[in-house]
């Protein structure tokens, strides 16, 4: 089915088949410490009796108890495109697994030199979603989607116990769309491969992993003329005229990490101690290392697609390559030392010192450049009475790239009562970052687009509030950005004169009236430049569904109708050279309400679904836009299945 299976996939099948023994005495089970609280995108079947945790990124989480659940209910097993799963919503183009901007205001936080690919990122895997698995027995599960026109989605997750102490980990993800129009086939492949381990005094820990993401986009540059597709001119969606027959994009990007940590303190000190003993918390040591490549291809560089912009260097043919190579060496301290935890510690602090090398070849260009950055970043948490928590981050670059940048952030937990008996939870937070721009937007140099800018820091004031109940949460955010730097009209980087500022009010969450269901999520927001920030005022999304037991409660099923929904607004435009969206002025989409109908099975810990996308467009007109010049798919029906195991 796909070419993309590795020998590593095949040793995986040979493990699943053929497993090692399995040790009963796990020490990663310890779950006395785990927080039972679940967020509203992560729910326990109640008749599922084992449950499975995870925390992401880095050991600090699991000292902070940063645990989540896996989902193991059927609510949105339908939702198979990471651009819609949990309630999410993105401006895409016309195929799974293309580029891709949030309809709500998303901007980008991450501090240091960019590395991936802001406007790829639902289908990239980093490092801060490395999931490492904490459970009793192994773990496995399997996901297959099967779409309309060949559209085939696989994929593997796998934990497991080598030996007492040792875990290994994998998550694999394969998508493969020849699309409906002509030179918007995808085929990706993303995962990672992970360890951890740790003493039998659990006194030392290590965590690593290797992560690949390889990505092969073609792109057609949209519809020539809309008209085509809005008056239903074509029903063959393959003969319709696009920009571009052989252009396409490539995007890999690997690396390694690996996080050692050791507490100061030995546990027999600790535990033999009439008095508690002074607690030296813990030390730890992270090396990474990241190689990315991206490459746009075009044989036809003379193409009136690119009439109204620059010459191209090279009028035969368009190879822009990029590389980027990123090393980064982490030694830090914190307060928490064994079996502690941020939730249950009245006050823990941690600092992290940084060193980063960074280097990056662009196209056209005879040498590469380099920069070496020096940075600390930290944070702290205060509990009191297990009702009010108090944590904060922060971090300051000294030198390199982002010399100069930093940001602080804090949040405020208030429980209406307490932890474990309350009437919801109270957040507020407040964020303030100055930060470079992105490198993208300071330097660039490809077959035709070219730049050498010297752009202020932007700086953001973020303040958030909101109020949580159970699976119920609404809230605000209110952004006030200066420096904002984007793309205009012109495709030329620029940076607003002014400040300007973001609101966002929302209300999510899944409310159940016997069998009946909802699962939506609403957002109303605001900006004081719609000339440069392009938002729909409106986005809605709407699960309406029913759920009961069947087959004398031997399996449980779920039908129901997940319907989608934007106002008008002039949608940023895409360039396939850049990989990037730009503001446009031209074209008007939204004010479609797009509808699937799904039926859902779950047999034991067997999830099935059949579901029909996007059936509104069989009656409500040809104008579901994504994006400008680029229709969604036509209405179209999706097989899936996924299996868990838990030996």
């Known amino acids: 089915m796909f070419k993309l299976f590795s020998n590593q996939i095949f040793t995986f099948f040979l493990l699943v088949l053929f497993p090692l023994p399995a040790f009963n005495q796990n020490i990663y089970a310890d779950t006395s410490y785990i927080s039972h609280d679940t967020t509203a995108t992560n729910w326990i079947d109640e008749n599922d009796s084992i449950e499975v945790y995870f925390y992401k990124s880095n050991l600090n989480n699991l000292k902070l108890n940063n645990l989540t659940y896996i989902d193991t209910s059927i609510i949105r097993t339908h939702e198979y495109d990471s651009l819609y799963r949990g309630n999410k919503f993105y401006s895409t183009l016309s195929n799974i697994g293309m580029a891709h901007v949030s309809l709500n205001f998303l901007p980008d936080k991450s501090k240091g030199f960019s590395k991936s690919l802001f406007y790829f990122n639902q289908y990239l895997i980093t490092n801060e979603e490395v999931r490492y698995f904490i459970l009793s027995k192994p773990y496995t599960e399997l996901y297959y989607v099967m779409g309309a026109k060949k559209e085939q989605t696989l994929r593997v997750v796998f934990s497991r116990d080598l030996y007492k102490g040792l875990n290994m980990g994998l998550d694999f993800s394969f998508e493969n769309s020849p699309g409906i129009y002509k030179n918007s086939k995808t085929n990706n492949a993303t995962g990672y491969f992970n360890l951890q381990y740790v003493t039998p005094n659990k006194r030392y820990r290590v965590i690593g992993n290797y992560i690949m993401n390889k990505l092969r986009i073609h792109e057609n540059g949209g519809l020539k003329d809309d008209k085509y597709f809005t008056e239903n001119l074509e029903h063959d969606r393959m003969v319709i005229p696009i920009h571009l027959s052989n252009a396409y994009n490539e995007i890999r990007e690997s690396g390694v990490y690996l996080q050692q940590q050791f507490n100061l303190t030995s546990a027999k000190k600790i535990e033999d101690s009439t008095r508690r003993a002074l607690d030296m918390g813990s030390i730890n040591y992270a090396f990474q290392y990241k190689r990315n490549i991206y490459t746009f291809t075009d044989g036809d560089p003379l193409s009136e697609f690119y009439l109204d912009f620059a010459p191209p260097l090279d009028s035969s043919n368009t190879f822009d390559s990029t590389t980027q190579i990123f090393i980064k060496n982490q030694i830090g301290w914190s307060s928490l030392g064994y079996q502690e935890n941020g939730e249950e510690h009245p006050f823990y602090l941690y600092g992290n010192f940084n060193y980063e090398h960074i280097s990056e070849h662009l196209p056209y260009e005879l040498s590469e450049r380099s920069w070496d950055q020096v940075s600390i970043s930290g944070g702290l948490g205060i509990n009191i009475k297990k009702s009010f928590y108090l944590k904060g981050t922060g971090f300051l670059y000294f030198s390199g790239y982002n010399q100069g940048d930093f940001g602080i952030q804090g949040t405020v937990n208030q429980y209406l009562g307490t932890k474990e008996k309350n009437f919801g939870e109270l957040i507020l937070g407040a964020e303030f970052y100055l930060k470079t721009p992105s490198r993208f937007f300071q330097t660039w140099n490809s077959n035709r687009f070219r730049w050498n800018l010297s752009l202020d820091k932007e700086s953001y004031f973020i303040l958030s509030g909101k109020y949580q109940f159970k699976f119920l949460t609404t809230g ?143 009656f409500e007109g040809y104008h579901y836009f994504l994006a400008p010049h680029y229709p969604d798919r036509d209405g179209r029906f999706y097989f899936g299945v996924s299996w868990r195991f838990h030996d």
Do not use: H
Request: aromatic fraction near 16%; charged fraction near 15%; glycine fraction near 6%.
């Open 476 to 618: 605000v955010d209110f952004y006030t950005i200066g420096s904002y730097t984007y793309l205009n009209d012109s495709i030329k980087p620029t940076q607003a004169s002014k400040p300007m500022t973001v609101m966002q009010l929302f209300a999510q969450g899944v409310i159940e009236v016997g069998k009946f269901g909802f699962d939506s999520k609403l957002t109303y927001q605001t900006a004081s430049q719609t000339d440069i920030i392009r938002l729909p005022q409106f986005t809605g999304i709407l699960n309406v569904f029913f759920r009961s037991p069947v087959f004398n409660k031997a399996a449980t099923v779920q039908t129901g109708i997940q319907m989608r929904y934007f106002t008008e607004f002039k949608a940023y435009a895409y360039m396939p050279e850049l990989r990037a969206f730009y503001l446009q002025n031209d074209v008007t989409i939204g004010n479609y309400l797009w509808a699937d109908v799904y039926v859902t099975l779950k047999v034991q810990r067997a999830r099935i679904f059949l579901k029909m996308a996007n059936v509104t467009g069989y």
